[in-house]
């Protein structure tokens, strides 16, 4: 689910020469950071703003290998200005080795790259390069929704601001509160628990396709009765008996990530597309979509419900070959844009559109990832 392979060859060849390139840029890196002195370059990179005023146009980022998962879900991060707020208040590693494994820098090198620069695309292959001493693979494909979980939780487990782990955290974390309630004999149990993305099936228990985001959303949140080989133990009862599993919304953060399910397992074990035609709102209103009994919160927090689609990460092709490119809208000019490695050109929302996907389609472009902005008060 990354970028289209080539053969073999070419692609030992590409990952050589990438090699070769990283220890070159590692070894210009290193000599820059200790020449540099480091209260200069904490200041100069205290001073980088966040890529979506686009001060300088859209930039891209050059494909270095199978790398157009990565590049998208930078672009999204880098995009997003609260992200970047924190970004730029992070503690600079204190030696160059640090440096070189410490991904928030990383990120706020590349931001300051593509800020500061006058190029149409930046390569990002010393961010790769980071990712990979953390066990992130290169030139290989990526599932989108992996990798920013990936990307993320290392995001916050380097950050050493205890504030900026708090902020990162209310800016992303989606709180629920899952039920467990016995049908023999209705002991109930709760837990509360975080997620960093809603993870929405685009099919219901029987195949049948889900027509709207807002179907997934009611289905994601709607009662699972555990019957059979399902059932639970129950304390009370002292033994298994049926049970009744639901989810609660409790709290959302300001910027909510959506994962549509189009992966599926099929009985043969083989993992399948789903490209059917499944359309999503520019404005979402979760207090529109859910019941009363979907949510365990109060009004005030139900009042900040109120979203509008900042990006969608997109994919096309098959489940073993294909590729990623991002549609983003610029917090400050409001525009949609394109992003598909190193080509960034300003679209339309009816070409957003064209990600709602095709039955017909299978290697069609589909939506995969879907970021939501929450709404200002007015």
């Known amino acids: 689910m990354g970028q ?32 540099e002195e480091p209260k200069a370059k904490d200041q100069r990179l205290t001073l980088v703003f966040g890529v979506a005023d686009l001060k300088n146009g859209a930039i891209g980022l050059y494909n270095i290998g199978q790398s157009c998962c990565l590049n998208s879900l930078l ?8 992200f970047t707020g924190i970004l730029r208040r992070i503690t600079v590693p204190p030696c160059a080795r640090h440096k070189s494994r410490n991904v928030p820098y990383q990120m706020l090198l590349l931001l300051e790259e593509m800020q500061c ?68 004999c209705s002991l109930e149990t709760k837990r509360n628990s975080s997620m960093l993305t809603l993870p929405l099936p685009v099919l219901d228990s029987n195949s049948h396709r889900l027509k709207t985001l807002e179907d997934c959303l009611q289905y994601f949140f709607s009662p699972e009765e555990l019957t059979h080989h399902n059932m639970c133990f129950c304390e009370q009862c002292g033994r298994r008996t049926p049970f009744l599993q639901s989810m ?9 990530t959506i994962h549509l399910k189009r992966f599926c397992f099929e009985k043969s074990a083989n993992v399948q597309k789903l490209s059917h035609y499944l359309p999503f709102p520019q404005d979402l209103d979760f207090n529109a979509v859910l019941t009363e009994n979907q949510c365990e919160a109060d009004s005030d927090e139900k009042a900040g419900w109120k979203y509008e ?37 300003q679209v339309l929302w009816d070409d957003v559109k064209c990600t709602y996907g095709h039955s017909n389609l299978h290697w069609g472009e589909t939506a995969y990832l879907l970021v939501y902005m929450k709404k200002r008060p007015q």
Not at 13 to 33: F, I, P, R
Not at 119 to 148: E, G, M, N, T, Y
Not at 312 to 341: M, P, Q
């Open 4 to 35: 289209r392979s080539g053969h073999q060859e070419r692609s030992k060849n590409l990952e050589l020469a990438a090699s070769e390139t990283m220890k070159a840029e590692s070894k210009v890196q290193n000599n820059k950071d200790e020449a």
């Open 75 to 82: 672009q999204v991060f880098l995009m997003n200005i609260h």
């Open 117 to 184: 620069g006058k190029q149409k695309a930046v390569s990002p292959i010393a961010l790769a390069r980071c990712l990979s001493v953390h066990r992130v693979k290169l030139f290989v494909q990526h599932d989108a929704a992996q990798l920013f979980l990936t990307v993320w939780n290392l995001i916050k487990k380097q950050m050493k601001k205890p504030e900026l782990v708090e902020e990162l955290s209310n800016l992303y974390t989606i709180c629920v509160q899952e039920h467990l309630a016995c049908q023999k």
């Open 248 to 256: 609660k919304l409790v709290r959302l953060p300001q910027t909510l």
């Open 309 to 345: 689609l900042f990006a969608v990460v997109a994919h096309s092709g098959s489940s073993s070959c294909g590729h990623y490119c991002a549609y983003i809208r610029s917090l400050t000019e409001h525009k949609w844009y394109c992003f598909n490695d190193s080509e960034v050109c």
